[in-house]
């Protein structure tokens, strides 16, 4: 079995424009990194058949405060088919955070993505902190966008550092940090966060990490906190599972990565 825990798609009639968009700002800033597959709930379930996936979990992004009402909407709507899980989103600057974090919860959505380079916060603020403290109180997983976006310059709103702050006011057994912790900051990530309560997800990082560094905090970290994960559609689903099954470790630390982890999470029996 094999859980994808960072996935992205969009409304059939956004999705091709919101892709465009993206890749320009990837462009801006001197990458030239392209989606692998149209950012849509049937090439979703496409590429999950095409590269032996059985669960994607979909991580939607309110970048505006008006943003979450048609976002969690389309979020209900596809959540729990095909192999898909949704989670919701909000944005933490929005008045009515609180009642839409209730709202998610009564939808059935198991939790929130927050993109602090997207959305302009710092991890550490008071609006993120209690937003993470709800999330916690009302049992809702919170997966983060951490260290460097490659669509987005400078400041890092969520570095390691910043992120080991807020586990100084909130439990992080229900926090996922993207990309492993901080894209392009791995160091800090060794520095300030394994060891620490929180999981790690695989998205869009086994191709920019120097292997070495990959088996040191997934050893060092524990595969108990690892979950994989491709950010597709910015990383093909699969690519990732060879990259794992590569690595120098052991069966069961493979299989708690690829699905035992996000099985428990997610309450998958």
């Not at 059935?108 to 993470?132: A, M, T, V």
């Not at 100084?168 to 229900?174: F, L, M, P, R, T």
Request: charged content about 25%; proline content about 4%; glycine content about 8%.
């Amino acid at each position: 079995m094999v859980i994808d825990f960072h996935t992205h798609v969009f409304p059939d009639k956004i999705a091709e424009k919101t892709i465009e968009i993206l890749e320009g700002n990837i462009k801006s800033h001197g990458e030239n990194e392209k989606a692998v597959i149209p950012a849509t709930f049937e090439a979703l379930k496409k590429s999950m058949r095409d590269n032996g996936i059985d669960v994607s979990v979909i991580l939607p992004i309110a970048t505006n405060e008006r943003q979450s009402t048609s976002i969690n909407r389309f979020a209900a709507e596809i959540n729990g088919k095909d192999g898909i899980i949704s989670f919701g989103s909000l944005h933490p600057m929005q008045e009515d955070w609180e009642d839409v974090l209730y709202g998610i919860k009564e939808k059935g959505l198991l939790g929130i993505k927050l993109h602090p380079e997207y959305q302009q916060f710092y991890i550490d603020s008071k609006e993120s902190i209690r937003i993470l403290k709800k999330c916690d109180e009302l049992g809702l997983l919170t997966v983060l966008h951490t260290g460097q976006d490659i669509g987005i310059g400078p400041p890092v709103h969520c570095m390691p550092e910043k992120l080991a702050h807020v586990l100084e006011y909130v439990s992080g057994d229900k926090i996922i940090a993207g990309h492993l912790g901080g894209w392009r900051e791995w160091d800090d990530v060794e520095k300030y966060l394994v060891g620490s309560s929180i999981y790690l997800d695989t998205a869009y990082t086994v191709d920019f990490i120097d292997k070495e560094q990959f088996v040191r905090i997934i050893k060092n970290h524990g595969s108990d906190k690892i979950l994989h994960a491709t950010d597709s559609p910015w990383e093909k689903q699969g690519h990732a599972v060879e990259v794992i099954n590569a690595l120098p470790l052991t069966e069961q630390e493979k299989e708690n990565i690829f699905y035992k982890n996000a099985k428990k999470l997610l309450k998958i029996c």
